[in-house]
């Protein structure tokens, strides 16, 4: 609901510095019992408000599949690609099953 009224309007292209952002996604959804790693991160052209979502919504599916996990930790780093850079983020929470991917991200 948040993203659908977040895209609802024009795009706001502006300088966004990702690690001040990442850290505001994650104090919304609450995760200080669990351990963010935030590696140094570049300020990029984009959306505050979509790209803060995409962070909001990763943060709270690592936090919510990750109940149980001993020392479960979130990482946010600047990672080489064949197509440039990318922000990954990742965690050491349950995964899935690599047969179900498919069903997964349709």
Known sequence: LKLSRI??????????????????????????????????????????????????????????FGTGVTDLRVRVCLTETERGHAVLVSDNGIGFDAAAASGLFQ
């Open 7 to 64: 895209t609802a309007g024009p795009l706001r292209r502006v300088s966004v510095p990702l690690e001040g952002l990442a850290r505001d996604a994650w104090e919304e959804v609450g995760g200080d019992a669990v351990h963010l790693v935030l590696e140094p991160l570049p300020t990029v052209s984009a959306d505050p408000a979509l790209l803060k979502r995409v962070f909001v919504n990763l943060f709270a599916n690592a936090l919510k």
